[in-house]
């Protein structure tokens, strides 16, 4: 019973500190569970995409380093000479790359 | 012995307490029995949970003498061993619950001598749903909805945590539209911690890579985006 609540006491804290730390982490986990497909770019495509429009979604960017990611549809992701797609899974890859565009689910089950 | 074989042997033992209004089966088993069949090829765990309404447990613990092929193990009186002459059986839990607490800070010990609990808060998420027939066995399982929940509701680390999510995965596979309603109604229900913890774990839930003779969370990504952004709405 103590380690069930010291759990729980844990898990009180954490959400108390969502907005420090620890919430920058899961609002960056939420944004890759909402996509479908993860790909790595280079700086210089993502400052293309950055020209076209594509807004830099805020859920990387309290991450230490920030990480820009973007939105984009599957189709540009096609066209995007650097890019390097990346299972979605919490990967030493997925987590150390700076730079990447994400493509949102669209069939919704 | 196949698992499934095992399964509901198990569940064939402890029948006299399934008989006993709001006793559920609960746990990482529930997938496994929504199955076609009970095919129970979602194998997560070699045992399986037993949930008491603490209002039942004195009715529960009547028809304990009625139960033969298995016995409370001595450390743990609540977990239920098969003896030696049932090998083909898997271990079973009595766990407590009480309606009155749902955080799983409020987890307490029911002391008693002859059933002694560990009523966990999260479990009162539960409410009936389906009673299955397989094999001639009834089996009362809780609504999709709150065992998901119940699952979500809680700090999952580690390598028991994934797997506790991974039977959220088997429950996807599952639920209805009916069931995803209920889930969001529930969900709203629910303290903004809790809330907050349940859109965490789904999201840990899709992160996940596949395991052998579990669940695989990968093909549900789709179904989790979609959860995920009913839960998020205001």
């Known amino acids: 019973v103590k380690a069930i609540r010291a759990r729980a006491r844990v898990q009180r804290w954490s959400f108390r500190q ?33 020209a076209e429009g594509c807004a830099v979604d805020v859920a990387g960017c309290d991450l230490e380093p920030p990480r820009v990611i973007m939105w984009i549809s599957a189709e540009r992701a096609k066209e995007l000479p650097s890019a390097r797609e990346l299972p979605l899974r919490l990967s030493a890859d997925l987590l150390a790359s700076t730079h990447l565009v994400l493509v949102p689910f669209t069939d919704q089950p | 012995v196949r698992f499934r074989d095992r399964l509901v042997s198990t569940l064939r033992a402890v029948a006299p307490v399934l008989e006993v209004p709001g006793v559920l089966v609960g746990g990482s088993e529930v997938p496994n029995l929504l199955e076609v069949g009970a095919a129970a090829t979602l194998v997560v765990s070699q045992d399986v949970d037993l949930v008491v ?28 061993l098969p003896r030696g002459d049932a090998t083909e059986l898997i271990e079973v839990n009595f766990i407590g619950m009480d309606p009155a607490i749902v955080d799983p800070i409020d987890t307490y010990e029911l002391t008693d001598e002859r059933l002694p609990l560990m009523v966990f808060g999260p479990l009162s998420l539960l409410a009936p749903g389906t009673v299955l027939e397989i094999d001639g066995v009834r089996i009362p399982l809780p609504r ?37 309603a209920d889930m969001e109604v529930t969900y709203g229900r629910l303290p903004a911690e809790m809330r907050h913890q349940v859109r965490s774990n789904l999201s840990i ?9 579990m669940p695989d969370p990968r093909p549900q990504r789709a179904r989790v985006d979609a959860l995920l952004r009913r839960l998020e709405q205001p």
């Not at chain 2, 603490?54 to 450390?75: F, H, N």
Request: proline share 6%; glycine share 8%; aromatic share 4%.
């Open chain 2, 144 to 180: 999709p909805a709150g065992l998901a929940l119940e699952k979500l509701v809680t700090d999952r680390t580690g390598e028991k945590g994934d797997r506790d999510l991974l039977v959220v995965a088997g429950l996807l596979l599952t639920m209805s539209p009916e069931d995803l």
């Open chain 1, 18 to 50: 969502r907005h420090l730390a620890h919430g920058a982490w899961e609002r960056f986990r939420l944004a890759l569970a909402h996509a479908e497909r993860a790909f790595v770019v280079d700086e210089a495509t993502a400052g293309a995409l950055r």
């Open chain 2, 205 to 213: 839930l899709s992160l996940l890579d596949a395991r052998p003779h």
């Open chain 2, 53 to 80: 309404p603490v209002g039942a447990l004195e009715a529960v613990k009547a028809q304990l003498g009625r139960i033969t092929r298995l016995a409370p193990s001595t450390e743990e009186p609540s977990v239920w």
